[in-house]
């Protein structure tokens, strides 16, 4: 489980979907009596000291309409697909439940910032955004590749890295029936590896919470 503070107050808690039920009796032990209330997001508890617990569902889950009901969708094998970018390497999977059944990592040079005294920053600026481009367009390659035949089977694909390359990525007009199946949640990788593709999976999976605390009185 990880933990970081909010925008707007509170913070996110990242739960394995296995230990939801177990939190959720937590919350209630810390806090109190609860009630439960569907959200078009997952469902929102709300104890009687005035602390309140989002559940957002894991991508391509169904809400539920009670804490069991969100537990046993959030714990339910689905298949994702996954995209991570990031500069100049690109991942793309697909996970079947908790495990990776399809990868693929490729990288390509972009070259950093130039030194003081370098060439011209026009020139430069030329060659990096040349550079960029043909490694983003590797990527939508390997996108259409892997995550095309997948499609119909899908049930959310989970992006990670930074989102500028994304966007270019499904930008690709051939990836266009992998956009509506996009997640909101954007995965906060380094740059895209193998291993760094297996831990995504278990992020794309996680339940994200916010918990605010009640306010003092």
């Not at 739960?15 to 997952?42: I, K, L, Q, S």
């Not at 617990?53 to 889950?61: D, F, N, R, S, T």
């Not at 992998?178 to 278990?202: F, G, K, Q, S």
Request: charged content about 25%; hydrophobic content about 45%; some cysteine.
């Amino acid at each position: 489980m990880t933990s970081r503070p909010a925008a707007g107050g509170g913070r996110w808690v990242e739960v394995d979907p296995a230990r939801v039920g177990r939190w959720v009796e937590g919350f209630a032990d810390r806090h109190g009596p609860h009630t439960t209330t569907v959200r078009e997001y997952g469902l929102l508890l709300t104890a009687d000291d005035g602390a309140t617990a989002e559940l957002y569902a894991p991508p391509g889950a169904p809400a539920g309409d009670d804490v069991a009901g969100f537990v046993a969708a959030a714990v339910a094998s689905r298949r994702i697909g996954l995209l991570l970018a990031r500069k100049g390497a690109v991942a793309v999977g697909v996970a079947d439940g908790v495990d990776l059944v399809v990868s693929k990592v490729d990288s390509r040079y972009v070259q950093g910032r130039t030194a003081a005294g370098g060439w011209s920053q026009q020139r430069f600026a030329r060659r990096r955004d040349n550079q960029a481009k043909a490694a983003m367009g590797d990527a939508a390659d390997l996108a259409v590749r892997l995550l095309l035949p997948e499609v119909a089977r899908l049930t959310a694909v989970v992006c990670g890295g930074d989102r500028r390359a994304v966007d270019t990525v499904l930008a690709d007009r051939r990836l266009a029936p992998l956009v509506p199946l996009r997640a909101e949640r954007l995965l906060d990788v380094p740059e895209p590896r193998h291993a760094v593709l297996v831990a995504a999976v278990t992020a794309a999976r996680a339940v994200h919470i916010r918990l605010r605390d009640p306010e003092p009185g």
